[in-house]
């Protein structure tokens, strides 16, 4: 247990919590502005298509709601409504990870000097050049 216990410090103080905590708070926020942009800004104007009903209302019922028996319906236009949240949180994800993802590719380019290569990657393609100077020279004495 003690050990345990100790495995849970050091990963909360490493800043993997933290960095999960912040991208969750992030996360978050981002969410609020994306289903406020889309029922406050997308929806409206696609709800024109549909005269005199939100878009977001659309449904077909299955079964009228009766005394007693409440109305049984598939609401379409909500998942509509779903779907566009979605698919505008999909493409900006794919969008900021590219977009990190292209200056981590430069910044591990040891042959980019246009971007700092970070210390692990400069060794690493040292440590490349001289194993490959060291073959050459290898088979050169086997010739």
Do not use: C, W
């Not at 949240?85 to 000097?113: Q, Y």
């Amino acid at each position: 247990m003690k050990n345990f216990i100790q495995e849970f410090k050091t990963f909360a103080v490493k800043g993997n919590m933290i960095d999960m905590a912040i991208g969750i708070i992030i996360g978050t926020a981002f969410n609020k502005v994306v289903n406020t942009l889309v029922k406050k800004v997308l929806m409206p104007p696609l709800s024109l298509l549909s005269p005199g009903v939100s878009l977001v209302d659309k449904k077909i019922v299955l079964r009228e709601a009766t005394e007693g028996i409440k109305e049984v319906a598939i609401g379409y236009g909500e998942l509509l409504e779903v779907l566009v949240d979605f698919g505008i949180i999909s493409l900006t994800i794919f969008v900021v990870l590219k977009f990190i993802n292209h200056f981590k590719d430069r910044a591990e380019d040891p042959e980019d000097k246009t971007v700092a290569t970070p210390k692990d990657i400069e060794l690493l393609a040292s440590l490349e050049r001289l194993m490959k100077q060291q073959n050459e020279i290898l088979q050169n004495k086997e010739k």
